[in-house]
């Protein structure tokens, strides 16, 4: 059974930083791309970042570019963002997301509440 | 970069026919995936490609994508099938994997 468990939100002032993880498992965590994508509170989706299965290529949404990296540990099956400068608009939830056989996400987290507040 | 845009809301009666749409450039070139969102629970993928079901996904739900508008089509709807609904493909631009708006489905 795919299962994927995100960690690590929170409430943190603006101009702070979070490190966001999600720990997998029932899959060989090294041949998928993984994503992070975020939902503000009564928001829809939005993509915010995704890494190849090596860890060798990254993409990230222009709204966190240069704030926000992604990575990914294959021996401990996890993948990580590092969000740095936050802002009050990057409250949201941030799931972790599998990707599909083609460009879709099939299996999700559970979400980890990021909170940007002074 | 690339828009994908979809009703607000819809309603629709329990074992009746509830169709969404997601309209965007073209959209038929592309593969278009379909989630369903309950309140306070994580996306669940209902439609791959277009059209085709990941296993555990009833048959109730199928997809079809043409021209500009891509559709999912839940048949016989059910209580249980309230939510909100959002398509998403990829594309070359800045930001490339792109969701639309979202869906929310009432039954009556």
């Known amino acids: 059974e795919v299962q994927l468990l995100e960690s690590g939100g929170g409430l943190v002032q603006p101009g702070g930083s979070l490190r966001l993880s999600c720990a997998t498992s029932?899959?060989?965590?090294?041949?998928?791309?993984m994503s992070w994508v975020r939902q503000a509170p009564g928001k829809g989706l939005k993509w915010v970042s995704a890494?190849?299965?090596?860890?060798?290529?990254?993409y990230y949404a222009d709204s966190v570019k240069g704030r926000f990296t992604i990575s990914r540990d294959n021996s401990k099956n996890t993948l990580y963002l590092q969000m740095n400068s936050l802002r009050v608009e990057d409250t949201a939830i941030y799931y972790c997301?599998?990707?599909?056989?083609?460009?879709?996400?099939?299996?999700w987290g559970q979400g980890t509440l990021v909170t940007v507040s002074s | 970069s690339y828009v994908l845009t979809q009703s607000p809301s819809i309603s629709v009666a329990p074992g009746q026919t509830a169709r969404i749409t997601c309209g965007g450039n073209?959209?038929?070139?592309?593969?278009v995936h379909w989630y369903q969102q309950k309140p306070g629970q994580a996306p669940v993928m209902v439609v791959y490609?277009?059209?085709d079901r990941p296993s555990g996904i009833p048959e109730r739900f199928s997809g079809s994508n043409s021209g500009n508008t891509a559709t999912l089509t839940i048949s016989r709807v059910e209580a249980g099938d309230e939510a909100d609904y959002y398509c998403?493909?990829?594309?070359?631009?800045?930001?490339?994997?792109?969701f639309g708006g979202g869906t929310k489905l009432t039954v009556l």
């Open positions: 997301a599998k990707a599909g056989h083609t460009d879709g996400f099939d299996y």
């Open positions: 029932g899959f060989t965590f090294s041949d998928y791309a």
């Open positions: 890494i190849v299965g090596s860890g060798g290529s990254t």
């Open positions: 073209n959209v038929g070139s592309k593969s």
């Open positions: 490609d277009d059209s």
């Open positions: 998403q493909v990829w594309d070359s631009s800045s930001d490339p994997w792109v």
